[in-house]
Structures are given as C-alpha cells and as structure tokens.
C-alpha cells in the first residue's frame, strides 16, 4: 500500500474512520529529519497491509497539526479507531516505528 496524504478533507476519512491502525506523521518538506523519516514509512507502508500510513504537510494543514498539539516534527501518532494509542516526536528507525504499533 503507498502512502496517503492527508488534508482537512479528506482526514476523517483517511484517518478517524480508517480501519487499518494508521501511522499518522505530521511533516513538512523543510525538515531535514522528516526528509530522513519519508524513505522509512514508505518501507512500512510497502510492507505491511495491516496498516495505513499517512501524512500530513503541517505547513498546508496548520489546524490539523495544532489540534494534535504538534509541536514539534516529524510527529507520529498511532491512531486506531479514531483514537490516539501512541505517538512519537523525532527521526526513528522502522523497528522503533514498529514498536509503536
């Protein structure tokens, strides 16, 4: 499965309403440690079909990131049903990534 890119449109449904767990990574193309994290997730993303990776451009979507309370990125949360079950802020590998799940 490829990444998603998520937007105030189309969140509730690629997100909130997806049944997959979904690794939710806030980002913006400037971050050098977002740039980093990119390559990882689409590994997981190729690899597992048990869950939905998607992400979020904090710079095009600002009121997503803030509801979340990002404050700092790459940000990723793990959301199942809905509901944040984990998160992580920072450049990690995918056995930490995986962790998370």
């Not at 105030?8 to 806030?26: H, M, P, R, S």
């Not at 440690?33 to 992400?55: F, S």
Request: hydrophobic share 50%; with cysteine; aromatic share 6%.
């Amino acid at each position: 499965m490829s990444i998603i890119h998520a937007n105030v449109e189309n969140f509730e449904n690629e997100v909130l309403k997806n049944e997959k767990k979904v690794i939710l990574d806030f980002y913006a193309d400037w971050c050098g440690p977002c740039r980093m994290l990119g390559p990882v997730l689409e590994k997981i993303a190729d690899e597992r079909d048990d869950v939905a990776v998607v992400k979020v451009n904090v710079d095009n979507d600002p009121a997503l990131a803030e509801a979340y309370g990002v404050t700092s990125i790459p940000a990723l949360f793990i959301i199942e049903k809905g509901e944040v079950v984990n998160q992580a802020v920072g450049f990690m590998p995918k056995d930490k990534i995986l962790a998370l799940l």
